[in-house]
């Protein structure tokens, strides 16, 4: 069965970067009855496009078929030519936003090549839209500059700009831009008022007006929240296994009390945007030093690290070392049900155990490779392995016989990175069971031993 599409309008825009939130995005648009083109400079991505396929998998079916159907109805295509974005009244650039590794500034690299390459063919009066995530102050410093040069002309007379930073998970991608409420900053009033116009006909949540710099800080503010949150809660985790408490019993009593919500602790922070967004906030400071969101930053990174010397605890109290062992990691992706392996903290903790000169294997039943390592069938990794380390909670994992896995393992050793599994049900099953934040098994070990 067809998506349901609106209906058609001659008003063209154009997505550049139809990557994950490009080609959800240009999808959408297509959706609410615009005519769309995406542009890329990967030629087998825009290739899957015009084919009407999705080039990364994970996608949900909706946007599978909504694509299908626009490219079929030629309401969407997609071209490596900047020139094409000429007919566009509305220009939106999803590229990604890194940071630099060392000293976690902005890498606009792709901002700015992507902004450089459009803007001689930005139409007089075009709407340009920003759904990347920008360190605040990036609209007007970056951005309205390199249009301004490339067009000839002035923001909020020739052009008009707005930064409208997308909300979105993977997996629930089109969903979300179809329902999530969204912060609309222009640069001037009269831009905000083009894009509120524009984005009332996508979404079917709230608009809220604003400028473009409280857009950029309400973005990274809101991904510095959850980092903040998840840390608090990794932390807490730390402190329960040394206390010898479990922490998702606290975690459940805590947000018994009103106005708690304790969040979820881990293995890691994975995804495109919690473990960079804190930085492009920070990265904007002139006078403070922010102190709370880099020490953020630092317990969810070593979280990987945690997981490894537990890891390392378990198979001692079985007289293995790493050195000597096989370790089979559960989950590539660093979300459950998604092939998304960005950031992931399995990456960091498949190097941590081989730099320790343990033997890796992965599996992961949505990902085909995680950088230098392949994924592996799960039968195939578990068979002699010494530890079984759950990374990413996928539902093929939390649905594993115990008992049957115990049987395959050389040494029966299992790590619970996420929560999926009980010490009872692992201890029945004949399995070492360690997990984060369960300090009681942790203790309960010590004494028996």
């Known amino acids: 069965m067809s998506a349901e599409v609106?209906?058609?309008?001659?008003?063209?825009?154009?997505?550049?970067?139809i990557g994950y939130v490009g080609l959800t995005l240009l999808c959408a648009l297509g959706k609410a009855g615009f005519t769309g083109l995406g542009y890329d400079i990967n030629?087998?991505?825009?290739?899957?496009?015009?084919?009407?396929?999705?080039?990364?998998?994970?996608?949900?079916?909706?946007?599978?078929t909504l694509l299908s159907d626009l490219t079929r109805e030629g309401r969407l295509s997609a071209s490596n030519n900047p020139a094409d974005v000429r007919t566009a009244s509305v220009i939106f650039l999803?590229?990604?936003?890194?940071?630099?590794?060392?000293?976690?500034?902005?890498?606009?690299?792709?901002?700015?090549?992507a902004l450089a390459s459009i803007?001689?063919?930005?139409?007089?009066?075009?709407?340009?839209?920003?759904?990347?995530?920008?360190?605040?102050?990036?609209?007007?410093?970056?951005?309205?500059?390199?249009?301004?040069?490339?067009?000839?002309?002035?923001?909020?007379?020739?052009?008009?700009?707005?930064?409208?930073?997308?909300?979105?998970?993977?997996?629930?991608?089109?969903?979300?831009?179809l329902t999530c409420d969204r912060v609309v900053g222009g640069v001037t009033p009269h831009c905000t008022q083009r894009g509120l116009a524009v984005y009332a006909r996508v979404t079917s949540g709230t608009l809220?007006?604003?400028?473009?710099?409280?857009?950029?800080?309400?973005k990274t503010a809101e991904n510095a929240?959850?980092?903040?949150?998840?840390?608090?809660?990794?932390?807490?985790?730390?402190?329960c296994e040394d206390l010898g408490a479990d922490v998702y019993q606290v975690r459940e009593l805590v947000n018994s009390s009103p106005y708690r919500q304790m969040h979820m602790p881990g293995a890691g922070v994975g995804g495109h945007c919690i473990p960079k967004d804190p930085w492009l906030l920070c990265s904007a400071m002139t006078y403070y030093q922010p102190q709370l969101?880099?020490?953020?930053?630092?317990?969810?990174?070593?979280?990987?690290?945690?997981?490894?010397?537990?890891?390392?605890?378990?198979?001692?109290r079985e007289g293995r070392t790493l050195a000597e062992s096989t370790v089979t990691l559960l989950g590539a992706a660093y979300l459950e049900e998604t092939d998304d392996t960005r950031n992931t903290p399995a990456l960091a903790v498949a190097r941590l155990f081989t730099a320790l000169g343990a033997r890796v294997r992965l599996v992961d039943p949505y990902v085909d490779v995680l950088e230098e390592f392949t994924i592996m069938p799960a039968d195939e990794a578990l068979a002699e392995s010494d530890a079984l380390?759950?990374?990413?909670?996928?539902?093929?994992?939390?649905?594993?016989?115990?008992?049957?896995?115990?049987?395959?393992?050389?040494?029966?050793?299992?790590?619970?990175?996420?929560?999926?599994?009980?010490?009872?049900?692992?201890?029945?099953?004949?399995?070492?069971?360690?997990?984060?934040?369960?300090?009681?098994?942790?203790?309960?070990?010590?004494?028996?031993?």
């Not at 969101?293 to 979280?303: C, F, K, S």
């Open 6 to 17: 609106t209906g058609h309008t001659n008003e063209h825009v154009a997505v550049v970067g």
């Open 43 to 64: 030629a087998e991505r825009v290739q899957a496009v015009r084919q009407g396929q999705v080039p990364f998998a994970g996608a949900e079916v909706e946007m599978q």
């Open 94 to 113: 999803a590229v990604e936003t890194p940071v630099e590794a060392d000293d976690h500034r902005p890498r606009y690299t792709a901002l700015r090549a």
């Open 119 to 177: 803007a001689p063919y930005v139409a007089p009066g075009a709407l340009v839209v920003v759904e990347s995530t920008l360190a605040p102050g990036t609209i007007e410093h970056v951005v309205s500059p390199i249009l301004a040069e490339g067009t000839g002309g002035n923001v909020g007379r020739d052009f008009f700009l707005v930064h409208c930073p997308e909300r979105v998970m993977p997996g629930r991608l089109l969903g979300n831009l």
């Open 208 to 218: 809220y007006p604003t400028d473009a710099l409280t857009a950029e800080i309400v």
């Open 225 to 239: 929240y959850r980092d903040v949150q998840i840390a608090f809660a990794n932390e807490l985790a730390l402190m």
């Open 293 to 316: 969101l880099p020490t953020a930053r630092a317990i969810n990174d070593g979280m990987p690290e945690h997981l490894v010397a537990l890891t390392q605890r378990a198979l001692a």
């Open 389 to 449: 380390v759950l990374i990413t909670a996928h539902p093929q994992f939390r649905d594993l016989r115990l008992d049957e896995v115990a049987t395959r393992l050389r040494t029966r050793v299992l790590i619970d990175g996420r929560n999926a599994f009980t010490a009872e049900a692992a201890t029945a099953a004949g399995l070492r069971y360690l997990g984060i934040g369960k300090g009681t098994r942790m203790r309960e070990a010590t004494v028996s031993e």
